[in-house]
């Protein structure tokens, strides 16, 4: 417990899936959590789950892909808790299901805005609240998508391969100014997103589960814990790499 004690942390996607686990790990963990999403029953309701334990969160209702929105994000975290130590990017969407030539523009730019431009307008508005004070932590959820093929999701692949090279990038750009980037690249997690994979039936279920090496899709709360190492001092010496939260999958 505490390893985040008396941090400020912001969270996006925070209403469901792995930003909801790593929202409540956080806040746990002892830091000051602003809940970030669009969806605003599902965020509030994060934000006073958090505050029924006795921790400090707020809620911030944002488009990821909106650059008002997201200054207004981070300007709320340094507003309320007085300064910026963490950012979690993790707000993302899969987009259509289509083969590369199939792939519709108003996909790909949903899918790219929200997936790859809201990490980096996260970035860039949180890196400068954090320069203020000389240090910070940066998660950002790429997936084992950024790392290896999948067939018919173009633009979800070309978004977490992105996220990446963002990553690598802002990493060398503040190692010496005590700011951390770091990615995390999960495999087949059970979120609603992976609900939506599996919608089509059981069998679709069955393969995606027959993917992963452990035999059984990841949870949230496992990935939350790898977000947690890498926000935490316990990661001190770890910038600019993506870290795999995959059950084996890249490996097999």
Not at 80 to 92: E, P, S
Not at 140 to 164: D, L, R, T
């Amino acid at each position: 417990m505490g390893k985040l004690e008396g941090k400020s942390s912001v969270v996006t996607g925070a209403a469901s899936g792995i930003g909801r686990a790593t929202a409540l790990l956080f806040a746990g963990e002892g830091a000051n959590v602003v809940v970030a999403d669009w969806d605003e029953a599902q965020g509030n309701g994060v934000a006073g789950s958090i505050k029924e334990c006795g921790r400090n969160a707020t809620f911030a209702k944002v488009d990821v892909s909106n650059p008002e929105d997201v200054k207004r994000m981070i300007d709320t975290a340094v507003q309320t808790y007085g300064r910026l130590d963490v950012l979690f990017n993790n707000a993302g969407v899969e987009g259509e299901q289509v083969p590369t030539a199939d792939c519709t523009l108003e996909n790909w730019d949903r899918v790219i805005s929200i997936n790859l431009k809201g990490v980096f307008l996260g970035m860039k508005h949180g890196i400068a609240a954090m320069l203020k004070t000389g240090s910070g932590a940066i998660v950002n959820n790429a997936s084992v998508a950024g790392v290896v093929g999948f067939q018919n999701i173009p633009a979800y692949c070309a978004s977490k391969g992105g996220i990446i090279q963002l990553t690598k990038g802002a990493a060398l750009e503040y190692a010496r100014q005590g700011i951390r980037a770091n990615a995390i690249c999960p495999g087949v997690i059970a979120t609603p997103m992976v609900e939506r994979f599996t919608s089509a039936g059981e069998e679709v279920r069955v393969a995606l589960e027959s993917l992963e090496p452990v035999g059984r899709f990841g949870t949230a709360e496992e990935v939350a814990k790898l977000a947690l190492f890498l926000a935490s001092d316990d990661s001190s010496f770890c910038t600019g790499a993506p870290f795999l939260v995959d059950g084996g999958f890249v490996a097999a």
